[in-house]
């Protein structure tokens, strides 16, 4: 058996609970991995503050996946790892010494079958025979380990083995006990020294000194040893106590190291033992039949407690803060805290897997952590809150004990006496009165029961412009109820960051929550998503989900249909109502309404910097109604950006003062900027909220025939102009187009309004 | 800020004095930060582990604090209790690389959220050390405590260093901006 250790430190992994910890709760989730995969149980766990800083780390001795990876990573401080029939004892990151157990005398009948074999012509077939005989002769588990391997191995097994032994001195196979156990007691209460009490597979438990490395004193107790506790100090008093395979716990005092005293056995357990834990002076042992007993340290019976799981593990809790000091048994999904024998915390895991071992200690700069190791070889830590307070919930949790109940017998009085004569007198009278008051009450019951079920079935829905579904539900009967509210969405986008508040009477009901945050309200979605590109950054893509884009659709074109069929999912926009839809539309600019030939087509890019998201919708002026109207529009701006071109440059040559610009885009503008030179000029920045295409028409109108006025009535009439140039933040993109707002100076209150209809400027330094 | 409040901070005139509670768990750098706080002059060369509690002065723009230096060690945390009602600001230091007892943190927090001296004053969370590699961003940092389930009080959260005092000026605007709101507020 080799031990392989790695050292895991709090660094390693994360795992979040959203929710804080219930107030009563006395457990929070610190940490949880479930990847570390280790294979280990809970004696090859260990606390140990590694670089002595107060920063304590958990070792975990890996047992490897098969037997060949002995390798061994990282452990780092004094720590002694007990592996096959050797102790290494490593110091400050490396193996620092390492204390072998004795060999023990081969049996002489397979010492006899090894020199036969030797002498005698090499017959694997006799030596195996003899084995064998050596093996009933005595007891096949006192063989050497190599003998026992040997008779158990295939023919190819025993060649390689056979080749081992010969490379062995004496060309014998050497008998070594295996270390099953080890526990470290302290020399004395001013030592930091510690002496090692290593249990063995052939009954003996060894002394060693950890500083020499000698073996101090050995006792045996002649059966193979599985745990071992220990407390006091080695040179005044000690007592280890130590538990066999069969399932007797001995008690090994300093009397007994001379040879002339026998350890004393204390209890005889008639199950296996799963685990021995020792706590404010009890001795804890849990066995196989989901009982844990109590015993003092004399050995004496105190109290037995009977769960109904089969216990995992147990540890011994101490808080030194509070004062407690208690005893955790780990059961498959749930973790006891027993105070003696009534139940004070149990705490439930929520990982997949069920638990494997579990240790208490300080950890990191927690004094209070209780590591959680599961069967799929992950790792839970959970940390005792400062706040916790250990009171009894035996009453509802801990298995009812049948010598826990006192009988309640009523003193023989009068009255007792006139009872019991009248319960013998009628009898079966009595009984036909309780039953049919039973059957009564039991009506009842259930005809409160089916009345509350359809009164807690009707729902309260509320309607309000989201569109939000509501259903409440209510089981249970009583005191404690259950609400299950569910909620669905009817809006096209997903709704975020709500909340679902209870309000109700303090002083009536007692709510587990009251405020519950609703993360993310999603409508149903659509099976298919269309790809678009995102408005103002093209270089993003936006995958919106079908029935929500449809539905933009349908609201943009004018088309929805109010057939109530609300969670009916759509894959297309009926035609027909487009078509009549665009007729009523062209009439009503007293167009011809075009029969022939296609629509023009549409699309729309999501608006993600808007909040809600909206879409911008683009249209193609191919096949548009609209085309003709919009080329003579073109027309005429285009003759009257000419013309303003023209007129500008014209009062350029009177004043020098450039008034036209027609800008591309922002680095043109800088590049403008960059060529002003006049020191004394100003320049106004603006950020405008409103983007060109939400220009009020009117606006735009009385600035056409502004401009109109200006260019052809005004003409040669001098105006200071000031600038101002829209600065748009980064976020909005850079793409969107430059736009400069012009407005006289002379008036008191420049209105930001906008002449966009051409890329078109006006700019003017102040004198 | 106008010509006047420049003027009274330099020659710290009319300003205003208040008490801030600095609160975390043991080795979150609370100490270390309220040094790098103080000006050059009254600095300590050596940081200590705090016992109970220790009272420091440092000023900001426009204000100048007292600040409770709380200890963070398990047994001193119920003096914290005590300092709530007088506190008109509340800096909470968390060790942004102790992942372990991010939850510990996150516990206390709300505790101290959630107690009845508490008022609804400026909070102000700084995840400490972030020079150290292992350090988490702060936006883990906030999540892992809860934060966005904050309400009702100006809150935010700052990466800080106390070694390299990056994040410290800011994080002393925020509190003196929002304290001097909050006095503001308390006194009309
Ligand atoms: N790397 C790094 N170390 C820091 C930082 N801040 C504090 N430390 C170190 O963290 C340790 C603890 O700092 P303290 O200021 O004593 O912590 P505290 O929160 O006052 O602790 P208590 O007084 O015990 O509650 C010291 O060794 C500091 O040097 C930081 O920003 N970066
Ligand atoms: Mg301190």
């Known amino acids: 058996m080799i031990y392989w250790s790695i050292s895991i430190s709090p660094m390693q992994s994360i795992f979040q609970m959203s929710l804080l910890p219930a107030p009563g709760a006395r457990w929070m989730s610190a940490l949880s991995d479930d990847e570390l995969r280790l294979n280990t149980n809970a004696n090859c766990v260990s606390f140990v503050d590694t670089q002595a800083d107060g920063d304590i780390k958990l070792i975990v001795a890996d047992l490897g996946t098969s037997r060949y990876e002995m390798k061994l990573k990282t452990p780092t401080n004094t720590i002694g790892v007990a592996a096959g029939s050797t102790l290494f004892i490593y110091k400050a990151l490396k193996p620092f010494y390492k204390y072998d157990l004795k060999p023990i005398e081969l049996l002489p009948a397979e010492q006899a079958a090894w020199i036969r074999y030797w002498s005698d012509g090499h017959h694997i077939d006799h030596l195996v025979r003899n084995l064998e005989m050596a093996a009933d002769e005595a007891s096949f588990a006192e063989m050497s380990t190599l003998s026992q391997a040997i008779v158990m191995g295939s023919d190819e097994d025993r060649e390689q083995l056979i080749a081992k032994v010969a490379n062995m001195k004496e060309r014998m196979p050497v008998n070594k006990s295996q270390m099953t156990c080890v526990a470290s007691i302290k020399r004395s209460p001013e030592s930091l020294v510690d002496v090692c009490a290593i249990g063995c597979e052939n009954g003996d438990i060894q002394f060693v000194d950890t500083q020499a490395f000698q073996m101090l004193a050995s006792v045996n107790i002649k059966s193979p040893v599985v745990f071992i506790l220990t407390t006091g100090h080695y040179d005044v008093d000690f007592k280890v106590f130590a538990s066999t395979r069969a399932g007797t716990i001995y008690l090994i005092q300093r009397e007994h190291l001379g040879k002339d005293r026998e350890p004393r056995k204390i209890a005889t357990l008639p199950k296996r033992i799963v685990a021995i834990k020792m706590f404010a002076k009890i001795l804890a042992v849990a066995t196989d039949d989901c009982k844990i007993t109590y015993y003092d340290f004399r050995g004496k019976r105190l109290k037995e407690i009977r769960t109904n799981q089969r216990i995992i593990g147990l540890e011994t809790f101490n808080y030194e803060p509070r004062q407690y000091s208690t005893l955790l048994v780990a059961f498959q999904r749930e973790i006891y805290m027993y105070n003696e024998n009534s139940l004070v915390d149990v705490l439930k895991i929520d990982s997949q897997s069920d638990i494997k071992w579990i240790k208490f200690g300080a950890f990191g700069r927690e004094e209070a952590a209780l590591i959680i190791g599961t069967k799929s070889g992950g790792i839970i830590v959970k940390l005792f809150r400062r706040t916790a307070q250990l009171t009894d919930m035996a009453e509802i949790h801990a298995p009812k004990l049948a010598h826990n109940y006192k009988l309640n017998i009523p003193r023989r009085t009068k009255l007792y006496q006139d009872q019991t004569q009248r319960e013998r007198d009628n009898p079966v009278h009595m009984h036909q009165m309780y039953q049919r008051d039973l059957f009564l009450l039991r009506w009842l019951v259930s005809q409160q029961f089916a009345l509350m079920t359809t009164k807690a079935l009707s729902t309260v829905s509320t309607s309000s412009s989201e569109a939000v579904d509501i259903s409440v539900d209510v089981n249970g009967f009583g005191p404690t109820f259950r609400l299950t509210v569910r909620l669905s969405s009817g809006t096209p986008t997903p709704l975020t960051d709500m909340w679902l508040s209870f309000i109700y009477k303090k002083e009536s009901f007692k709510l587990s929550d009251a405020l519950i945050p609703v993360a993310l309200l999603t409508p149903q979605l659509h099976r298919d998503f269309v790809v678009t590109m995102v408005d103002k950054a093209s270089g993003n893509y936006a995958i919106t989900c079908k029935k929500l884009y449809l539905q933009f659709m349908e609201k943009e074109l004018n088309t929805q249909s109010n057939d109530g069929k609300t969670y009916e999912i759509k894959d297309q926009l009926d035609p027909v109502s487009i078509k009549l839809n665009h007729e009523k539309f062209t009439r009503s600019f007293g167009i011809a309404v075009q029969t022939e030939g296609n629509l023009p087509k549409i699309y729309g890019i999501p608006k993600m910097h808007k909040n809600p998201i909206k879409f911008r919708f683009i249209t193609g002026a191919h096949d548009s109604t609209l085309k003709p109207l919009s080329i003579e529009l073109q027309k005429i701006l285009r003759f009257l950006h000419g013309h303003f071109r023209r007129y500008c440059y014209s009062i350029t040559g009177h004043n020098k003062i450039n008034r036209f610009f027609s800008i591309q885009n922002t680095f043109r503008v800088v590049q403008q900027l960059n060529t002003v030179k006049n020191k004394r000029s100003e320049i106004f920045c603006a950020d405008f909220s409103s983007l060109f295409t939400n220009l009020p028409h009117n606006v735009v109108k009385e600035k056409l025939y502004y401009l109109i006025d200006l260019m052809f009535k005004n003409a040669g009439h001098f105006y200071t102009y000031t600038i101002l140039v829209e600065a748009i933040s980064p976020e909005k993109g850079l793409s969107s187009d430059i736009k400069i707002y012009l407005c006289r100076k002379d008036r008191r209150n420049p209105i930001v309004t906008a002449i966009i209809t051409m890329p078109l400027s006006e700019m003017s330094l102040l004198d | ?188």
């Not at chain 2, 582990?49 to 060690?73: I, K, R």
Request: charged fraction near 20%; charge should be neutral.
């Open chain 2, 1 to 188: 800020m106008g010509f006047f409040s420049t003027l009274s901070s330099i020659f710290g005139v009319g300003k205003k004095s208040c008490n801030i509670v600095v609160v975390g768990l043991d080795n979150a750098g609370k100490s270390t930060i309220l040094n790098a706080l103080r000006s050059e002059d009254t600095r300590v060369s050596q940081v200590v582990p705090t016992v109970g509690m220790t009272v420091t002065t440092f000023s900001g723009t426009g204000v100048n604090f007292s600040a409770f230096d709380m200890s963070g060690q398990g047994k001193y945390r119920n003096l914290w209790d005590a300092y709530y009602a007088k506190a008109e600001g509340i800096m909470f230091v968390v060790d942004s690389t102790d992942r372990l007892r991010l939850s510990v943190a996150r516990d206390e927090l709300w505790m101290i959220l959630d107690h009845k001296d508490c008022k609804k004053v400026p909070l102000l969370i700084l995840s400490n050390k972030s020079d150290r590699p292992d350090s988490l961003p702060v936006g883990e940092v906030s999540n892992l405590l809860g934060l966005d389930l904050m309400r009702n009080r100006p809150w935010t959260i700052q990466q800080t260093s106390a070694i390299n005092g990056n994040g410290l000026p800011h994080s002393l605007e925020w509190l003196s901006k929002n304290i001097k709101e909050y006095m503001n507020g308390e006194s009309s």
